[in-house]
């Protein structure tokens, strides 16, 4: 049974820094991992999709790699900002295509 | 083109009723999928739908069920609400199914009295 594993469950950070986000999953016979941003309340907006058959994928300050082999991904901000603080999931579909979620990393950038 | 669509965006029902939720997909997406979550569960997967029919079922009881209609609108009901139920419910639109992007909408936010 797969499981979807993300530590730290919290993170706090000074403005500007680098900061990397760990997501690890158990069985590597994944199709796919897409990390997503939840905003207090709100609904969960997709940030980048890395196909099984890629290393990495970027969207400008983000970048998201992904070792099947070893089970792992991670999410790399760069120069983060305030407004980067926010929830952060990752999820893999399961073999019946639903999505299989971590717990989340809670994000704090502060100014 | 327009992002995922949930209404309403807030509920509060007391124990015993019966709630309606509702998704519009993004134009073209035939894949619908449903999603609570609640602090202490995280993210749990209620059920999918494709093309109108129910292609994948989670966990949850018979309380729960949905549809999807022809132009790939989805709604879920809740049916005896029970204090537990509180949660954001989530639905999901993809292009095929779980193995592609999934988009989601900003959630219904349903509170139990």
């Known amino acids: 049974k797969q499981e979807v594993t993300q530590i730290p469950a919290a993170l706090s950070v000074p403005e500007g820094e680098n900061l990397v986000l760990n997501c690890s999953f158990t069985?590597?016979?994944?199709?796919?991992l897409q990390w997503f941003r939840q905003d207090p309340g709100k609904g969960l907006t997709s940030l980048l999709l890395?196909?099984?058959?890629?290393r990495e994928q970027t969207s400008g300050r983000l970048n998201a790699s992904l070792d099947k082999s070893s089970g792992r991904s991670t999410l790399y901000i760069a120069a983060s900002q305030p407004g980067d603080s926010a929830t952060y999931l990752c999820?893999?579909?399961?073999?019946?295509?639903?999505?299989?979620f971590g717990q989340g990393t809670t994000l704090q950038v502060k100014p | 083109k327009a992002g995922v669509t949930q209404t309403p965006r807030y509920l509060i029902k007391t124990r015993g009723q019966q709630v309606t939720l509702s998704c519009s997909p993004i134009?073209?997406?035939?894949?619908v999928s449903w999603y609570q979550q609640t602090p202490g569960q995280g993210l749990q997967f209620l059920f999918e739908?494709?093309?109108?029919?129910?292609?994948n079922k989670g966990n949850f009881p018979g309380r729960f069920s949905g549809r999807q209609f022809s132009n790939s609108r989805s709604e879920m009901n809740v049916s005896t609400l029970e204090l537990g139920d509180s949660a954001l419910y989530l639905c999901?639109?993809?292009?095929?199914?779980?193995?592609?992007?999934?988009?989601f909408g900003p959630g219904t936010r349903l509170t139990v009295l």
């Open positions: 069985d590597s016979a994944i199709y796919n």
């Open positions: 890395i196909q099984s058959s890629q």
């Open positions: 134009s073209g997406h035939r894949s």
């Open positions: 999820a893999v579909p399961s073999n019946t295509g639903k999505l299989i």
């Open positions: 999901a639109s993809s292009s095929a199914g779980g193995y592609n992007e999934q988009f």
């Open positions: 739908y494709f093309s109108e029919t129910q292609r």
